[in-house]
């Protein structure tokens, strides 16, 4: 069975730290790993990887996948306390007719002043 | 307006009331989806759409009836829910349901069946 497991489930930090989110995955027809920022509304996109060992970068956040390993990480630094939010892993698997994204439980990240 | 919206908001219903949920794509996108999000839970892929027609049903039960009139619009329509079916439901669109895994999500709708 297809599973996406993110850790830590939650997370506190201070202000201007740096954190790294997890997210593993047991996926048949893997196409591609994408992560997003929900808060009290639409998960955002951030990125898609597709290709191991590529960092893809915004601004203060980027994130590296390993297909050998089968993970992926999200690092964001000197965080701020707009980044509190839940922040969701999705594989892309291909699905015949369609794709599916398999969604893991989220990481929820807050970030006191 | 840009994006992917979604009405209402906010819905509180009895188990035996039909209401209707809206999503509204304009960004030109031949796919749309339903999600469902439950606490603690991962996102649950409820239906595919494309090109208006359904591609894919993963085993919802039939008290969830969807409709996609065009490729911009697509409704679920709810009749005789359960207290468990409270939950967000997210609609979704991307480019295409092949070879096009980046989606787009609308705000959702938080539903309380009571």
């Known amino acids: 069975e297809d599973k996406v497991v993110q850790s830590p489930l939650s997370l506190v930090v201070h202000e201007g730290d740096t954190v790294t989110l997890n997210c593993s995955y047991e996926?048949?027809?893997?196409?591609?790993l994408l992560w997003y920022k929900q808060e009290k509304k639409a998960p955002t996109f951030l990125f898609m990887l597709?290709?191991?060992?590529i960092e893809k970068k915004s601004g203060r956040l980027s994130s590296i996948l390993d297909k050998k390993e089968l993970f992926s990480i999200l690092n964001i630094t000197a965080t701020q306390t707009g980044d509190s939010a839940v922040y969701l892993c999705?594989?892309?698997?291909?699905?015949?007719?369609?794709?599916?994204?398999?969604f893991g439980t989220g990481t929820l990240l807050a970030v006191q002043p | 307006e840009t994006g992917v919206t979604q009405t209402p908001r906010h819905l509180v219903m009895g188990m035996t009331n039909k209401k209707s949920l809206k999503c509204e794509q304009h960004?030109?996108?031949?796919?749309m989806y339903w999600y469902k999000q439950s606490a603690k839970k991962p996102l649950e892929l409820m239906f595919v759409?494309?090109?208006?027609?359904?591609?894919e049903n993963n085993s919802v039960p039939s008290r969830f009836s969807p409709e996609c009139p065009n490729s911009s619009h697509l409704f679920l329509h709810l009749h005789t829910l359960q207290p468990e079916d409270s939950a967000l439901y997210l609609c979704?669109?991307?480019?295409?349901?092949?070879?096009?895994?980046?989606?787009?999500f609308g705000p959702g709708t938080r539903l309380t069946v009571t």
């Open positions: 960004l030109g996108h031949n796919a």
């Open positions: 759409y494309s090109l208006e027609e359904r591609v």
């Open positions: 999705a594989v892309g698997r291909y699905g015949g007719a369609t794709n599916k994204l398999i």
């Open positions: 996926v048949t027809n893997f196409r591609s």
């Open positions: 979704a669109s991307s480019l295409r349901t092949v070879d096009s895994y980046e989606q787009y």
């Open positions: 597709t290709s191991s060992g």
